[in-house]
């Protein structure tokens, strides 16, 4: 193309190209052994027979998916859900609650967590009695008529305080309460709290789960459907886009 008026001249689908040129990639004849990352913050998803649907990146990403297939595998839960950092998979957790619900979680608990339960969550109406949770005796004398959930970590961040799970499952349980575990101190490899019978297990991947320190991610699994239901919603402000774990 020669030049005219001194400049190059603009090809006449230069808007077309710009928009439409990366739409249709070329897939190789060979396929990846390892999942590639998708950076793209757009995907399409093909449907059977159906038109397909283009879906944005915090609905759908195919790395995303591979990774939390892989998590709930390994904390033998049916879903899990990932989040930009481990504070924000418990900011999540506390999220099922709404305004006039109380909560139990135990006095030694992670910084970032007891700040949120006494200077975040108060601010929406949810209020927490910090109770010794290793005393399962005395847990029913806790319990509101509001209270909705059971908050720990075994072990607990600082003083590695030892929890009876199974006894704490037994006692949420007996009293209709959701009870989720932070596992970050342990991760999947030395206890599985969704086989102790925990709803919501929760663990900041920046710490041992990834144990390189080049990563900021947190994650929640469960097997309870309607739990994963109600957290992609406020995961995903959105309906039913391409559940992630299966
Ligand atoms: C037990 C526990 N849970 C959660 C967190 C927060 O994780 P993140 O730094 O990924 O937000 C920490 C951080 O120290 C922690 O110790």
């Known amino acids: 193309m ?16 710009c928009i439409h ?21 757009i995907c399409r998803l093909e449907s059977a027979g159906g038109p397909s649907q283009v ?14 297939n892989l998590i ?18 418990i900011a999540a957790v506390f999220s099922l609650l709404k305004s006039g619900d109380h909560l139990l979680c135990n006095d030694d608990i992670y910084g970032g967590t007891s700040k949120t339960l006494i200077q975040v969550c108060p601010n929406f109406g949810i ?8 005393d399962l005796k005395s847990i029913p004398e806790y319990i509101r008529r509001n209270t909705k959930l059971i908050w720990t970590e075994n072990p607990t ?13 037994k006692v949420a349980h007996e009293h209709k309460l959701m009870l989720a575990v ?27 789960m990834n144990g390189h320190s ?10 309870r459907d309607n739990l994963y239901e109600r957290l992609k919603f406020i995961q995903q402000r959105h309906f039913n886009h391409g559940s992630s774990t299966v």
């Open 21 to 41: 040129h990366t739409k249709e990639p070329k897939r190789e004849t060979c396929k990846e052994t390892m999942a590639p990352i998708v950076t793209s913050n």
């Open 157 to 169: 961040n600082p003083t590695l305080e030892v929890m009876d799970l199974c006894g704490l499952s």
């Open 214 to 223: 080049d990563v900021i991610m947190g994650v929640v699994c469960t097997s």
């Open 127 to 134: 209020c927490t009695s910090f109770v010794d949770l290793t």
């Open 182 to 208: 932070d596992n970050t101190f342990l991760s999947p490899y030395l206890q599985r709290p969704a086989e102790l019978g925990v709803d919501l297990v929760v663990n900041s991947v920046t710490k041992y």
């Open 55 to 68: 879906i944005k990146g915090r609905l759908l990403n195919p790395t995303r998916s591979v990774l939390e």
């Open 2 to 17: 020669g030049e005219k008026n001194g400049y190059l001249p603009f090809p006449k689908s230069f808007k077309t190209i």
């Open 72 to 89: 709930a595998k390994l904390c033998k839960t049916k879903y899990a859900l990932t989040y930009a950092s481990g504070i924000g998979a």
